[in-house]
Every structure is written in C-alpha cells, then in structure tokens.
C-alpha cells in the first residue's frame, strides 16, 4: 500500500460532461503529482502542486484544471469532455526533497461515451 | 530536451532466464534515477533508485540496475525470472536542480513457462 487514495476507481461519463478525480496524498508528502495513462500517449505528467502552489505543468489541456488544498488533498478537473480523454488518471505524492520517487495510487479508469 | 528512452517495448523471457531492460536518458548532467513496476490493474512502484554512490544499486524482488554515466545508461536486470515478474517497467529520471520526474515510455516484461 503507497499510502495515496484516489477516488473514484472507475468513472464513465459521457461526452461534453465534467468530472473531478480526488486524491490523498501520503501522510507528509507536500507534494502531489498527476499523471495521464493511455495505450497510445503512455504515462503523460499533467501537473504538480507542492504545499498548495502549482510547481510544474506538463501536457494538461486547457480543458483540464488541479488544485491543491490547505489539507493536501489535491483534485483534477476534467471538463468538455472527449472520447479521446479516456484513460487511466494516477495521482502520487513525494517528500520534500526533489529526488524524492513517487509515490503512485492506483488509479481512477475514466471512460467516456 | 530532456528525455528518457526505452529502447525495447516488450520483452518475452522464458522463466528463470535472465533478463535486461535497457534506459538511455538525454543528458550527462547531474540526475537521479529510477525504476518503477506496474502489475496490472495497479499503480507504479518504486523498484530501486539511483541518487549517488555506488553504481550497482539493488532494489526489491531480486532487481538490480547499473548507472553508467559516459553512456548516460541505467538497465536494469535479474538473473532469474519469475512468472510474477510479468509487468510493465518504468525507467524515469529527474534531473538535478529539477522537480520533475521523467518518465520513459516503459517496457513490458513477458515471462513464460
């Protein structure tokens, strides 16, 4: 167990819809990363927060948003949504230090219809 | 750019058969290294990890990975292979002075009986 939650597992939603993805990090991890999984783009990094500040963007579309809040828990916005958006979100979280790894959830499958 | 190349995206081993999965990242300068697993249907774990000292650095379930810096290299191997090795693997690095984590594309090990 890494010790991050994420929830829901599983989402199915339909097109043009919006969703919200949670996670939990680890207990005193400051810093929470969000990954995008698909068969045809691989492990794609979306965003980082640490201590409730955005740190780092990778490929997040304009349609998608985070945030990280005063207790750590971080969620991603997924809005407008396309057949193209599904896949598998991965939330993990990391000490302090920048060579810290990370630390994975088990994911949310998002499929859209 | 900075990058991480997997140079095989699938491995089919025989059990008990050693095996390599080979890591090239894109740059000389200062990194961390390393390697995480995903069995099906979960999240990634940390392996092993390379941040300084000796090059060869074991990880769990009988892993090991050597960090060659001239050739900017970091494969990971086993002597002998399990059925339950059967996983994808993720080489990834963070460049020092960075925050973020690089992922490459990951390879999928195969073991069979």
């Known amino acids: 167990d890494s010790g991050v939650t994420q929830t829901p597992k599983h989402l199915i939603t339909a097109t043009g819809q919006r969703v919200t993805l949670r996670c939990s990090p680890r207990s005193g991890d400051l810093s929470v990363y969000w990954y995008q999984q698909s068969l045809d783009q691989g492990l794609q990094f979306l965003i980082q927060?640490?201590?409730?500040?955005?740190?780092a963007k990778g490929n997040i579309l304009e349609r998608f948003s985070a945030q990280q809040f005063p207790d750590l828990h971080s969620e991603l916005n997924l809005s407008s949504l396309e057949l193209g958006d599904s896949a598998l979100y991965f939330c993990a979280s990391s000490a302090v230090d920048s060579n810290s790894p990370l630390h994975f959830g088990n994911g949310t499958r998002l499929t859209v219809t | 750019a900075q990058s991480v190349t997997q140079l095989d995206s699938q491995v089919p081993v025989f059990e008990e058969a050693p095996v390599e999965l080979r890591c090239n990242y894109s740059?000389?300068?200062?990194?961390?290294l390393f390697w995480y697993v995903q069995y099906p249907n979960q999240g990634l774990q940390l392996l092993l990890k390379y941040l300084s000292g000796s090059t060869l650095v074991k990880g769990i379930n009988g892993f090991e990975a050597e960090f060659n810096k001239s050739q900017t290299s970091f494969h990971l191997r086993k002597p002998s292979v399990h059925i339950s090795d059967t996983a994808e693997y993720f080489c990834?690095?963070?460049?020092?002075?960075?925050?973020?984590?690089?992922f490459g594309a990951g390879t999928r090990l195969f073991v069979k009986a």
């Open positions: 740059s000389s300068v200062s990194v961390y």
């Open positions: 990834a690095v963070i460049y020092t002075g960075g925050f973020k984590t690089i």
């Open positions: 927060y640490y201590n409730g500040e955005e740190r």
